[in-house]
């Protein structure tokens, strides 16, 4: 009978149950333990030279076994720490500073009993200060760095003082010295590879993330100062307009007219073909009415069915020409197939009248417009008759 191959599954739920249970269900801390296990790497790497070194004797058997013993309490300690979830009572979960601390202690250890090899013990440095820019702040580098040639001081002192403890007696070939430089490096480029990529990512991710940013900002803005529906200035950017406008015209620079649009019958629209059908007739409307504008000329949504039309440099003659030549296209054209018209209030700014009092001068000009039989223009404060389109 052949074999059944259901213990491939049950062997692969094993497999992750023991994966869980050393490593651990929460994200956070897998990610905590990966660091740790780069640190492991380059802490059992280091111990396989040394035992390499105590072979080849040129390193004394109890100084590994002393470094050794120190080391294995320190892996074991943050094993322990952030995998039963310990270490999360501190603001620093990964234990950051202590870990690396225990690293520079273990590194200028090394460096005391290594003797001929003590440079090449250095070389976990590196690894050890692209952690910390993982989770140490700037004063905590400045003290760790402190704190590294304090040790590293101390390891010159010990080896001076007490060179018969340390010191074997059958130093090194050239060639042993060379070949644990590079095995050295060769333990230490990975993890320090390894490290670097993960910051790499992290700023990656940090620029992904302050693009995404700038561009919800930026639609936050448009959203600030656009119409949603028909994509033109709203009444809070129309007010921005018309007031810098209104502030040159005071000045003299420039004159400004302005012109209330209102769709005629628009509720009409609305309730006898739905408010998607009007929606659809006030974005043609505007689209149509932007194309027909001089350049410099601002219209923008006032609210409901209502546009506002700054005209800079214009008089209100010439925005009444401007406004038949509308008119005259919006009414030749069907916007979501209905015919529409719109009247118009012109006025044009005077003296040292506000933007307020311009507003409203155009809004009495607006009621004129719908009482004299809408589709037509007329101009404020008696500056003229109400005007029909003559086209």
């Given at each position: 009978m052949a074999p059944t191959p259901l213990a491939?599954?049950?062997?692969?739920?094993?497999?992750?149950?023991?994966l869980g249970l050393l490593a651990s269900p929460y994200p956070r801390r897998r990610l905590l333990l990966l660091h740790w296990l780069i640190a492991c790497v380059v802490y059992v790497g280091t111990a396989v030279l040394l035992v390499a070194g105590v072979d080849q004797g040129w390193m004394r058997f109890g100084a590994l076994l002393g470094w050794s013993s120190f080391v294995t309490v320190v892996l074991l300690s943050g094993y322990g720490a952030i995998r039963s979830g310990w270490s999360e009572r501190f603001a620093d979960p990964a234990l950051t500073q202590w870990q690396l601390s225990m690293g520079v202690i273990a590194v200028n250890w090394g460096y005391v009993i290594c003797g001929p090899m003590r440079t090449a013990a250095l070389f976990p440095?590196?690894?050890?200060?692209?952690?910390?820019?993982?989770?140490?702040?700037?004063?905590?580098?400045?003290?760790l760095t402190l704190f590294t040639v304090l040790c590293l001081a101390s390891a010159v002192a010990i080896r001076q003082w007490l060179p018969a403890w340390i010191d074997s007696a059958q130093p090194p070939s050239p060639l042993q010295v060379d070949l644990y430089n590079l095995s050295m490096i060769a333990v230490v480029l990975p993890a320090f590879a390894l490290v670097t990529a993960r910051?790499?990512?992290?700023?990656?991710?940090?620029?992904?993330q302050r693009a995404q940013l700038a561009d919800a900002l930026a639609a936050v803005e448009r959203l600030a100062v656009s119409?949603?529906?028909?994509g033109l200035p709203n009444r809070r950017a129309m007010l921005e307009t018309l007031a810098t406008n209104t502030r040159h015209a005071r000045r003299g620079l420039l004159p400004v007219t302005i012109a209330m649009l209102d769709l005629d019958h628009f509720k009409r629209i609305n309730d006898t073909l739905g408010h998607a059908a009007g929606d659809a007739v006030l974005v043609g409307f505007a689209e149509l009415v932007r194309q027909l504008l001089r350049e410099g000329d601002v219209l923008g949504r006032w609210g409901g069915e209502e546009f506002l039309l700054v005209l800079p440099g214009a008089t209100a003659a010439q925005a009444q020409q401007v406004?038949?030549?509308?008119?005259?296209?919006?009414?030749?054209?069907?916007?979501?197939?209905?015919?529409?018209?719109?009247?118009?209030?012109v006025a044009a700014h005077r003296g040292s009248e506000s933007a307020e009092t311009?507003?409203?001068?155009?809004?009495?000009?607006l009621y004129e417009a719908k009482h004299a039989g809408r589709d037509c223009v007329a101009i404020a404060s008696g500056e003229s008759q109400v005007a029909a389109d003559p086209i």
């Amino acid at each position: 009978m052949a074999p059944t191959p259901l213990a491939q599954p049950s062997q692969a739920v094993s497999r992750r149950r023991w994966l869980g249970l050393l490593a651990s269900p929460y994200p956070r801390r897998r990610l905590l333990l990966l660091h740790w296990l780069i640190a492991c790497v380059v802490y059992v790497g280091t111990a396989v030279l040394l035992v390499a070194g105590v072979d080849q004797g040129w390193m004394r058997f109890g100084a590994l076994l002393g470094w050794s013993s120190f080391v294995t309490v320190v892996l074991l300690s943050g094993y322990g720490a952030i995998r039963s979830g310990w270490s999360e009572r501190f603001a620093d979960p990964a234990l950051t500073q202590w870990q690396l601390s225990m690293g520079v202690i273990a590194v200028n250890w090394g460096y005391v009993i290594c003797g001929p090899m003590r440079t090449a013990a250095l070389f976990p440095l590196m690894v050890v200060f692209v952690f910390a820019a993982y989770g140490l702040r700037f004063r905590q580098i400045g003290w760790l760095t402190l704190f590294t040639v304090l040790c590293l001081a101390s390891a010159v002192a010990i080896r001076q003082w007490l060179p018969a403890w340390i010191d074997s007696a059958q130093p090194p070939s050239p060639l042993q010295v060379d070949l644990y430089n590079l095995s050295m490096i060769a333990v230490v480029l990975p993890a320090f590879a390894l490290v670097t990529a993960r910051l790499s990512a992290l700023r990656k991710k940090l620029r992904d993330q302050r693009a995404q940013l700038a561009d919800a900002l930026a639609a936050v803005e448009r959203l600030a100062v656009s119409d949603e529906l028909t994509g033109l200035p709203n009444r809070r950017a129309m007010l921005e307009t018309l007031a810098t406008n209104t502030r040159h015209a005071r000045r003299g620079l420039l004159p400004v007219t302005i012109a209330m649009l209102d769709l005629d019958h628009f509720k009409r629209i609305n309730d006898t073909l739905g408010h998607a059908a009007g929606d659809a007739v006030l974005v043609g409307f505007a689209e149509l009415v932007r194309q027909l504008l001089r350049e410099g000329d601002v219209l923008g949504r006032w609210g409901g069915e209502e546009f506002l039309l700054v005209l800079p440099g214009a008089t209100a003659a010439q925005a009444q020409q401007v406004l038949w030549r509308v008119q005259a296209a919006v009414r030749d054209q069907l916007l979501a197939g209905q015919p529409v018209t719109f009247s118009v209030g012109v006025a044009a700014h005077r003296g040292s009248e506000s933007a307020e009092t311009l507003l409203s001068r155009a809004d009495a000009a607006l009621y004129e417009a719908k009482h004299a039989g809408r589709d037509c223009v007329a101009i404020a404060s008696g500056e003229s008759q109400v005007a029909a389109d003559p086209i």
